[in-house]
């Protein structure tokens, strides 16, 4: 129910953090991993350790998810490898932390390019493999900004909103495909990502443990569970489901 085995995944930014992790977790339960990410040399370290802790097949693909042409040679080049395509997390993502009124239009439009438009375009790329193979699952990384405000998060939680709002409508378009899609939604997580957030704003590490009942940030291997069950058959009659990784964070007050 929780295997992998002779499946593939591709992990989009899974070069680090979180998508590293989860990268990780899915070649834990058997699954062949395709780490796409710009970095290219963070790559090559990245499936190097999966290849020699798992013993899984990995695929290191250069990919700007910004580039529609770049996500279907991604596809092309996995489905000419593997010969098929089972599961696709959306993790890649930036953010800018400005007030909104210091934002540019340009900084706007990238944080969504590479947060939102990305997903879609990776998700739509995927589905005539996963239509074809009669099943697949699609897993989108929103926020703790998908529930809650920040003024310094406008654009990245605008985008983050949109994530889940878009797992609704693609878990309804594609559910007589048999294909699942959720969504994760981390809480305050420990990566080189909030460590510069923990710079940026001021006394978010205080505010962070004091709302989180399990009294701790989060570790990106915190994520790899919950994703090996959204990859699986153990979440096959789950569908345009936003969970919550939070230690607590979202229920709190």
Do not use: H
Not at 228 to 239: C, G, Q, W
Request: net charge positive.
């Amino acid at each position: 129910m929780f295997s992998l085995k002779g499946k593939v995944a591709i992990v989009t930014g899974g070069n680090g953090g979180i998508g590293y992790r989860i990268a990780r977790g899915l070649a834990s339960v058997g699954g062949n991993v395709i780490i796409a990410a710009r970095n290219s040399s963070k790559t090559a370290k990245a499936a190097e350790g999966i290849r020699r802790d798992y013993g899984a097949k990995v695929l290191e693909l250069g990919v700007d998810v910004r580039r529609e042409n770049q996500i279907s040679s991604m596809v092309e080049k996995t489905l000419e490898f593997f010969g098929r395509i089972d599961v696709l997390v959306n993790n890649a993502g930036i953010n800018i932390r400005k007030m909104p009124q210091d934002l540019s239009s340009d900084e706007y439009d990238e944080v969504m390019e590479v947060n939102l438009r990305s997903a879609f375009l990776c998700s739509k790329a995927v589905y005539p493999a996963m239509k074809e193979a009669r099943g697949g699952k699609i897993i989108n990384i929103g926020s703790m900004t998908s529930l809650f405000g920040g003024g310094k998060l406008m654009a990245y939680g605008a985008s983050k909103g949109g994530v889940v709002a878009m797992t609704r409508a693609l878990a309804v378009a594609w559910a007589s495909d048999n294909i699942q899609v959720n969504a994760i939604l981390p809480g305050w997580i420990d990566t080189d990502l909030t460590i510069k957030a923990r710079v940026e704003l001021e006394g978010l590490n205080e505010r962070v443990l004091s709302r989180t009942p399990m009294g701790r940030w989060g570790r990106p291997e915190d994520l790899q569970g919950t994703a090996i069950y959204l990859a699986t058959a153990a979440s096959n009659f789950v569908t345009g489901v936003a969970l919550p990784v939070d230690g607590g964070y979202s229920v709190s007050v």
